[in-house]
């Protein structure tokens, strides 16, 4: 089929103020603009038009090519252009599979196992981590693997073979190794024998048939290959790494890996939903923004205070700003980035490698990595301080100052005001909110802070490493990374002056499965696990609950900084 219309930039897709759920393209009297070649953000958007009779079906195929040449990439597509060729290809492919599982002795049994290995592989469920006080324990950084051989770059699964007769999950291990080396997807299997002390070698010996009888000798000790490793030989701070670096620790026998992949599908059982009036039963409060006059240099969206000391923004979901307009808050050691509608990330003393919390780097989504929400407990609706992430049509007010960002709004009879700041010489984030109530009533409400840590350069690469823990006292949660190489004593904490009513820093609990910042499970339920474990996608959150009479007004504040004082995690 000839495609109708094509996309190739990334930010007419979407739009500013779209999602991947809502892109702009997509919605009414909008369309896809064909533009081609040079773009900032490239994608690749093909859209054809079907109709389908009462009754009827259609197939399609949407297909990727990579070759050399564009001639290449041109002469694969031609050959693809039938369905009858397409239909052959998934037949060879389902034929060639069945091969591969038949040299690598793996029956269909097997398969469903090394596939379930391999999800959680890519996105390393906690339960097969090692126990929390494994990870708590360590203090040792990648470079302390490469002693053993290890480059700690590609995943690793570490099996702990003892003196017990059944190694059957070693064998499966081991075959499975073997489908993922010809499929290029690296992994380090680590067996590690703790059923040797000194001169004794029975289980050595064990290793070594393991791996004369799968013929992988060839394999061992390269990148991505198979390390057979003594604990005895080994000290017991880098039997802790090991365990730490591994998405995955096993036993040798056949029962502890089915209860590991038993254990993957269990879901815990989430706190109970929250019971609201529906927003109908409820007073209307149909407050909004003073207007602001006379505004310097205005262009629709924004402009300049008469005394030229603010820059001040008009933010609703259906008119964003072109592109994120940021403000910089930044002493010489620390400091952060917002833009028009929300907070961005923090850093200290190097904005690349040493990220408190995370930088996306989309101007087009402009997620931010830290929100304040807000919840009213009478009906349970609940909103976010600045535009994002919860987005409505309702108009947000954004000041850029020198040293300091603030947001206002007024939603469901309630007016906020956040205000973000960094002090000259310290190294930490202000964010102080103000909190009015406007309505006739008594109000309900909960204040719920979230900051998705990184304490280094990705997200991705430190949040198995990340260590937190919750000071009662300081009411503050704290976080470390001793796995980062250059600072490894450091300590992010997120704090705040008012009593806490629930904390986790379970990123899991907050957002719930397939969740997302503008719709996160933890403001539908009561109350927070107050779970604080490593391993379990760490992050920091807060919340605070505020009974405020009519006209009365709060103020609450969060704050957020790194110091080196690593030995707070015993405390």
């Not at 964003?320 to 002493?331: D, K």
């Not at 009478?378 to 994002?388: I, M, N, Q, V, Y």
Request: with cysteine; net charge neutral; aromatic share 8%.
């Amino acid at each position: 089929m000839e495609p109708t219309a094509v996309e190739t930039d990334r930010a007419k897709f979407i739009g500013r103020g779209g999602s991947y759920a809502h892109p702009g393209a997509l919605e009414a009297n909008a369309g896809l603009s064909g533009s081609l070649g040079y773009t900032l953000d490239p994608v690749s958007v093909l859209q054809t038009d079907v109709v389908l009779e009462p009754g009827a079906s259609v197939q399609l195929a949407f297909m990727r090519f990579v070759a050399d040449s564009r001639e290449d990439v041109l002469a694969l597509a031609a050959r693809f252009a039938y369905w009858p060729r397409v239909q052959r290809t998934f037949e060879e492919g389902e034929g060639q599979a069945c091969q591969d599982l038949w040299r690598n002795d793996l029956s269909n049994d097997d398969f469903r196992k090394v596939i379930a290995l391999t999800s959680a592989l890519i996105c390393s469920p906690p339960q097969l981590r090692a126990p929390v006080p494994v990870l708590s324990a360590n203090r040792l950084q990648q470079a302390n693997l490469w002693g053993v051989g290890i480059s700690g770059d590609f995943p690793i699964i570490l099996v702990r073979v003892g003196r017990e007769a059944d190694v059957d999950a070693a064998h499966l291990l081991l075959r499975a190794h073997s489908f993922w080396r010809k499929r290029n997807f690296k992994v380090d299997l680590v067996l590690l024998n703790i059923g040797d002390s000194g001169y004794e070698g029975i289980t050595q010996d064990t290793i070594r048939r393991l791996l004369a009888k799968h013929s992988v000798e060839a394999f061992v000790g390269g990148r991505g290959g198979i390390f057979p490793l003594t604990a005895d030989s080994l000290g017991p701070e880098e039997v802790v790494l090991l365990e730490t670096a591994a998405k995955m620790v096993l036993d040798a026998s056949g029962a502890s890996l089915a209860h590991a992949l038993q254990s993957i599908d269990r879901r815990e059982s989430p706190l109970p939903r929250l019971r609201g009036k529906p927003p109908s039963a409820v007073p209307l409060d149909d407050h909004k923004l003073e207007p602001i006059q006379d505004l310097r240099c205005f262009n629709g969206h924004g402009g300049f205070t008469a005394d030229g000391r603010e820059y001040v923004i008009s933010v609703r979901h259906s008119r964003p700003t072109p592109a994120p307009w940021i403000n910089v808050i930044a002493n010489p050691l620390f400091g952060t980035i917002v833009s028009e509608s929300g907070g961005g990330y923090t850093w200290f003393q190097n904005s690349g490698e040493n990220r408190l919390t995370r930088w996306r780097n989309d101007p087009v989504l402009d997620e931010p990595s830290e929100c304040l929400y807000l919840r009213d407990e009478e009906t349970g609706l609940f909103w976010s301080a600045t535009a994002k992430p919860v987005p409505h049509e309702s108009e947000y007010r954004t000041k850029h100052g020198a040293g300091y960002s603030s947001f206002e709004h007024v939603r469901h009879g309630l007016h906020s005001e956040m205000t973000i700041f960094v002090p000259p010489d310290d190294p930490v984030k202000v964010v102080r909110l103000n909190l009015r109530n406007l309505s006739s009533r008594n109000r309900r409400v909960t204040m719920t802070y979230y900051a998705e840590w990184v304490l280094g350069t990705r997200r991705e690469d430190t949040s198995p490493y990340l260590q937190p823990a919750y000071l009662l006292e300081q009411r503050a949660l704290i976080t470390a990374n001793p796995y980062n190489p250059d600072w490894p004593n450091q300590i992010a904490f997120l704090a705040t002056d008012q009593p806490v009513h629930g904390y986790t820093t379970d990123r899991t609990e907050f957002m719930g499965h397939l969740g997302s910042l503008g719709n996160p499970a933890a403001l539908k339920r009561v109350g927070l696990n107050k779970r604080v474990e490593p391993g379990r996608d760490p992050v920091g959150h807060y919340k605070y609950m505020w009974i405020c009479h009519p006209t009365a007004n709060t103020r609450l504040c969060f704050s957020s900084a790194q110091r080196k004082i690593l030995n707070l995690l015993s405390l």
